[in-house]
């Protein structure tokens, strides 16, 4: 496309947009509601994903060694268990940890376990947690072959019902994402479609002197891509404000400290947002005025 053509489109988008401000004003508010609700709904999945990946990455299995096993063999195994693929972090547990976890669980009733001070009664081991609970199978399967490891134990239920949620809250997320993309171009189309056919006059006077339809669709689209970069960044500044509010408040609350959970923060998630938002701005805007636009070049 020749400079002088791109000029004149980039020039006739703008003085559409300026021009026409009750039609503007329309579908950058319509737009801006539907990128709002969007973000949102884009923003709790993000954190619900994130939330659930946390706990993923804190469930593992523990792995119990020989109590025969000198201090270069526990080592040695801590050494063959990095390099198993899916392995994320590996903590030793020694025996005397193990004994003074129970005591601190146990707390006032440390007669139960009297006399285990002299006798400890536990094994040292290895708290394993993985990339991928998908992968907790082979990771066991890999580290029985390891001498002097004596048992694994793993919470299997746990971690298949973690997977089976993570899977649930993906495909919901994902159904809600797309039916807003749909219901957000539905919307903006019939919004444009209004603007277009309040111009059907002059569209027809440039039909009846002879300019192409692609002459007369792209200032649309780009008036179409204006609003849609302008909504987005609109739509950007005022859910950075309401999340880092709500996010401030939530992170703040009693129930979420005593469960020691965390929200992203909005800077965590800004890049993806603004990338999503342009493509959404500029996919819808354009799309929007495209289809408004046949009726009317059609005929």
Known sequence: MKHSVFGYLLGEGFRNVTHNKKS????????????????????????????????????????FIEKEAT??????????????????????????????????????????????????????SYFVTLTDLNLSDQVQEEINKIDNVAEISSKD???????????IVRIISMTILILLVVISTFIIANTIKLTVHARRKEISIMKYVGATDSFIRWPFIVEGIIIGIL????SLVVIGLIYNFASDAISSSIVINKMGMALLGFEDMITLLVIVYLALGIGIGSLGSAISMRKYLDV
């Open 24 to 63: 503007t004003g329309a579908s950058l508010a319509i737009m801006c509601a539907t990128m709002l609700i969007f973000g949102l709904f884009f923003l709790i999945i993000e954190n619900i994903n994130y939330i659930i990946k946390t706990i993923e990455t804190e469930q593992g299995m523990q792995v």
């Open 71 to 124: 201090d270069s063999q526990i080592a040695q195994i801590e050494d063959q268990i990095k390099v198993i693929e899916g392995v994320n972090k590996i903590t030793y547990v020694s025996k005397e940890d193990a004994l003074n976890q129970v005591k601190e669980r146990l707390k006032d009733k440390q007669g139960l376990i009297a006399g285990w001070d002299e006798e400890n009664p536990f094994r040292a």
């Open 157 to 167: 239920t746990t971690i298949k019902g973690l997977i089976s949620v993570a899977n």
């Open 231 to 234: 909504a987005a960044i609109l």
